[in-house]
């Protein structure tokens, strides 16, 4: 199986052009992934694991995505089995109908849903920035190991996703009153709101527990 | 009362690659190897990192890059990056560089519409802005340069325009307090907390447990910068490197057996028990 031997999954991370990619470039290849980074260039995703990073704004990245190809090779990517589409922080919101963000834009359409805007709330700050728990939703296909119940991932966002279907949800995570989704699976397609990349030695637990997933 | 989650930040201001601390930002005495001290409390659960090049707007460079690379490729927690950031390329090559966040100070005071700018083409959620201000008789001024030139603007309208501009946080240093271990100046901390909407992290005179308490019990601050308070502590441990410039003198006369007394474990610890929200 490809799980025991991590240097031969190979692990690509799509160059939406927006920001950093550094961070999650070093969690997956010193984890052990084979892990290169795709530009637009890259015709045909034969990778074991595609990641969908995301610091920026989902207007500029879904026009990157429309404008490149890169949307057709993400659907045609996920249509396959045995592999794995893990998606971060905007990329999780990109998966979504649509978006708030600038008004109402459309996204990715692979989970039924909506992304909005977190509310404000009196001496509550937003962005949300800062260390905070997931709560585990009883979900069959949960991709979260249990014991990361109650154990804190780091969040920096405005926006949150809404999933139409309580059973895609993962985990929940509360700010404030509000409770929202902050990690989703429909079959192959996985995201979370928080960064495992930059969530120390759990986040890299949960990078390196994908593999069991193929 | 369910309190919000408070960061704890080590910041580390760097000058000519070597930790650096001073009082009330001068005086400025070298540490060491300011990438071990960072591992050193990725280990030991720093929420964040924070490393500020000292003498960048001062010298007009900056070059922090290969620290920040060198940092990222080996600490797995948000990194802040400031010290001599001017144009959009300077953010870029930070953020390439691997920060995660980039502070900016007085590039936004020289020039307002460079952080409208940049806050627009980054994200909000990407830009700091640091306020360092001081108090000189009963009047507030902020300051650029790490505290070498005063500008006649109050911090708090400071503070609203720049989150009217954008910014995604404020980053706050009392120069009175800085480097003396008195406390934090709780009262402008918590004016300022309490009348923007976006995060504000307080930084500045820390020298008990108590003092990190009581900023965060009487302000809505969203988290608490350390670094003499953790840098002192910890500065034996490591063998340090001698460089032709800086001064040296703390490091040469360091007794070999300082414990350890304000880790941030035990800090966190402090905090929990009084029932704030932190990260264990």
Not at chain 2, 52 to 59: F, G, H, K, R, W
């Given at each position: ?24 470039y070093q969690a997956c290849h010193n984890i052990g992934y084979k892990t290169e980074i795709i530009d637009h260039k890259v015709k045909k995703y034969n990778h074991d694991i595609l990641i969908l990073p995301g610091v920026g704004s989902f207007n500029s990245a879904m026009s990157y ?32 109908e649509e978006s708030a963000e600038f008004g109402s834009t459309k996204g990715l359409g692979l989970i039924k849903g909506k992304v909005k805007k977190l509310k404000k709330q009196k001496n509550i700050k937003i962005p949300h920035i800062g260390w905070a728990d997931i709560r585990i ?68 637990k949960m990078l390196s527990d994908l593999k069991k997933l193929l | 009362m369910k309190k919000n989650f408070i960061r704890i930040i080590p910041k580390l201001d760097i000058k000519n690659g070597q930790l650096i601390k001073g009082i009330n930002l001068e005086g400025l005495r070298i ?250």
């Amino acid at each position: 199986m490809l799980g025991s031997n991590l240097n031969k999954i190979k692990l690509g991370i799509i160059n939406l052009k927006l920001n950093n990619l550094f961070s999650i470039y070093q969690a997956c290849h010193n984890i052990g992934y084979k892990t290169e980074i795709i530009d637009h260039k890259v015709k045909k995703y034969n990778h074991d694991i595609l990641i969908l990073p995301g610091v920026g704004s989902f207007n500029s990245a879904m026009s990157y995505l429309n404008k490149n190809g890169v949307r057709n090779r993400i659907l045609d990517f996920v249509h396959k089995k045995n592999k794995i589409l893990f998606s971060v922080c905007l990329g999780m919101q990109l998966l979504f109908e649509e978006s708030a963000e600038f008004g109402s834009t459309k996204g990715l359409g692979l989970i039924k849903g909506k992304v909005k805007k977190l509310k404000k709330q009196k001496n509550i700050k937003i962005p949300h920035i800062g260390w905070a728990d997931i709560r585990i939703n009883s979900n069959k296909k949960n991709f979260i190991n249990k014991k990361f119940n109650k154990r804190k991932y780091y969040f920096i966002h405005s926006y949150y996703c809404s999933p139409r279907y309580e059973n895609e949800v993962c985990s929940f995570t509360s700010f404030g009153k509000t409770e929202f989704c902050s990690a989703v699976r429909k079959n192959n397609i996985l995201g979370t709101q928080f960064h495992p990349e930059k969530s120390g030695a759990l986040g890299l637990k949960m990078l390196s527990d994908l593999k069991k997933l193929l | 009362m369910k309190k919000n989650f408070i960061r704890i930040i080590p910041k580390l201001d760097i000058k000519n690659g070597q930790l650096i601390k001073g009082i009330n930002l001068e005086g400025l005495r070298i540490l060491g190897d300011p990438f071990k001290f960072a591992q050193y409390y990725y280990k030991s659960l720093a929420d964040e990192i924070c490393y500020i090049d000292n003498v960048a707007t001062l010298y007009g460079t900056n070059n922090l890059s290969s620290f920040v690379s060198r940092t990222a490729r080996n600490i797995f927690i948000p990194l802040s990056v400031g010290g001599g950031i001017r144009t959009i390329e300077d953010i870029e090559r930070m953020l390439k560089s691997g920060a995660d966040k980039v502070c900016i100070n007085s590039a936004a005071v020289n020039n307002i519409n460079f952080l409208k700018k940049a806050t627009r083409k980054f994200g909000s959620s990407t830009i700091t802005v640091i306020i360092e201000y001081v108090k000189i008789g009963k009047k507030y001024f902020i300051s650029k340069s790490t505290g070498r030139d005063l500008e006649n603007i109050n911090p708090l309208d400071w503070a609203k325009r720049v989150e009217d501009c954008g910014a995604g946080e404020i980053f706050l240093t009392s120069i009175n307090n800085e480097g003396i271990k008195m406390g934090f100046d709780t009262k402008i901390i918590k004016e300022i907390s309490k009348n923007v909407n976006i995060p504000v992290i307080a930084h500045g005179g820390a020298g008990n447990l108590q003092h990190i308490y009581e900023v965060i019990k009487n302000s809505n601050i969203s988290g608490v910068a350390l670094s003499g308070f953790l840098h002192y502590d910890i500065a034996h441990i490591f063998k340090y490197k001698r460089s032709n410039i800086g001064n040296f003198s703390y490091l040469e006369n360091l007794k070999k057996k300082i414990k350890p007394a304000n880790n941030l474990l035990k800090i966190k610890k402090f905090l929990k028990k009084k029932g704030l929200n932190v990260r264990i």
